[in-house]
């Protein structure tokens, strides 16, 4: 386990030590401790704050959209695979460093499961929540209408996998990978920000790619 901590903590070589030492507890949760570091994994690492999440089947899964909207509704997958789809190829950065390049999420913009639900004047935020009973993630309205936020069914041209997140997961492409919640079964129009899981123990709540976390990288174009 110490030799494990040590991996994980060498590999977080862009993170502050405080988050280094958040993700290095969270990776001791993997029940099998091996999970994050198997060949094969195409250079993602698994994550979960809980030990077992149940899986969902494509028969079982709904997504639910509420809170402060005019039609709230809830979603099974095939409905969201009727939906319009958005695909994208950017770069997974998780923010203790480790990252994936030129990944492909499609899914249906968050944007129009907003639109269709019908949003309130006054409401300013959205909280995700997730089947593994314990993850949360939330951002700023403005944020979610952005054309890189999907709500996500496939990676890598594939469905999502139980692993990844599947059947459904959120996937923020700006930010860093904490935000992407994964095993996504609600979405619930607040009128202010809730901090999520992560955000409760340090991380930001705004998660910019390289303007956040402290982190100030150069802007690029
Ligand atoms: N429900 C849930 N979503 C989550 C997490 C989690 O523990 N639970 N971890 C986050 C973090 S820190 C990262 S880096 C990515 C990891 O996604 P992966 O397991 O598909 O690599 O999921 C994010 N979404
Ligand atoms: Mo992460």
């Not at 005019?70 to 939906?83: G, V």
Request: with cysteine; proline share 7%; glycine share 12%.
């Amino acid at each position: 386990m110490v030799l494990g901590l040590l991996g994980l903590g060498a590999a977080g070589v862009a993170a502050g030590p405080f988050l280094q030492r958040v993700e290095s507890g969270l990776a001791q949760r993997d029940p099998s401790g091996l999970a994050g570091l198997l060949p094969g994994n195409n250079g993602f690492r698994y994550y979960s704050v809980v030990t077992s999440v149940p899986e969902r089947s494509a028969a079982d899964y709904t997504l639910t959209v509420d809170g402060l909207v005019d039609r709230p509704a809830t979603h099974r997958l095939a409905d969201l695979q009727a939906m319009p789809q958005r695909r994208l190829v950017k770069d997974v950065q998780c923010v203790t460093g480790w990252r994936v390049p030129d990944t492909p999420f499609e899914g249906v913009p968050l944007a129009h499961l907003l639109d269709a639900a019908g949003v309130r004047p006054g409401a300013k935020a959205v909280r995700f929540s997730c089947f593994d009973g314990a993850y949360t993630e939330s951002l700023t309205l403005d944020q979610a209408r952005r054309d890189d936020v999907l709500v996500a069914l496939r990676l890598q041209d594939q469905p999502i996998g139980h692993q990844h997140g599947g059947p459904v997961r959120l996937y923020v492409a700006p930010m860093y990978f904490y935000k992407s919640a994964k095993w996504l079964s609600g979405i619930t129009v607040t009128d202010a920000v809730q901090p999520g899981y992560w955000e409760g123990n340090g991380y930001d709540v705004d998660a910019w790619v390289g303007r956040s976390n402290g982190r100030d990288d150069a802007p690029t174009s």
